[in-house]
């Protein structure tokens, strides 16, 4: 398995906390874990930047695959949806907050859906 794999993974699992600790947060009454929330969101942003773009070097002069623009779709969104919370934090407002998570969710999904086809293609490949 490829090296960048595993910063594909490393920014998934990222990802999943800082929306479990915002989760937390908020709905089950720990603010407390709020600080955190910004530290595992930027260390998703960069690590799945990283494995996006060592797994485009690594396959460049090859077509991208459907599986290739479904995880660009992804990297696109997170990055999409830190651009939407750096605009709340400078201009405020509830309207890119909500857009904010509204995006890394579907990121989160879409990220999920990248890995876990890869995974099947991994596991079924003879």
Same mark, same amino acid.
């Given at each position: 398995?490829?090296?960048?794999?595993?910063?594909?993974?490393?920014?998934?699992?990222?990802?999943?906390?800082?929306?479990?600790?915002?989760?937390?947060?908020?709905?089950? !009454?720990?603010?407390?874990?709020?600080?955190?929330?910004?530290?595992?969101?930027?260390?998703?942003?960069?690590?799945?930047?990283?494995?996006? +773009?060592?797994? !485009?070097?690594?396959?460049?002069?090859?077509?991208?695959?459907?599986?290739?623009?479904?995880?660009?779709?992804?990297?696109?969104? +997170?990055?999409?949806?830190?651009?939407?919370?750096?605009?709340?934090?400078?201009?405020?407002?509830?309207?890119?907050?909500?857009?904010?998570?509204?995006?890394?969710?579907?990121?989160?999904?879409?990220?999920? +859906?990248?890995?876990?086809?890869?995974?099947?293609? +991994?596991?079924?490949?003879?």
């Amino acid at each position: 398995m490829p090296y960048f794999v595993w910063f594909g993974v490393l920014g998934l699992l990222l990802l999943y906390a800082a929306g479990i600790t915002m989760f937390l947060a908020k709905r089950k !009454n720990m603010p407390h874990l709020r600080r955190h929330h910004s530290l595992l969101g930027k260390g998703a942003a960069f690590s799945l930047a990283v494995h996006a +773009v060592w797994a !485009n070097l690594d396959h460049m002069g090859r077509s991208i695959p459907l599986l290739g623009w479904i995880g660009l779709a992804a990297i696109f969104g +997170v990055f999409l949806g830190y651009c939407a919370i750096l605009r709340t934090q400078r201009v405020g407002g509830r309207k890119w907050s909500r857009l904010h998570w509204q995006i890394q969710l579907l990121s989160m999904v879409i990220a999920t +859906v990248h890995a876990a086809w890869m995974i099947v293609r +991994v596991l079924s490949a003879p």
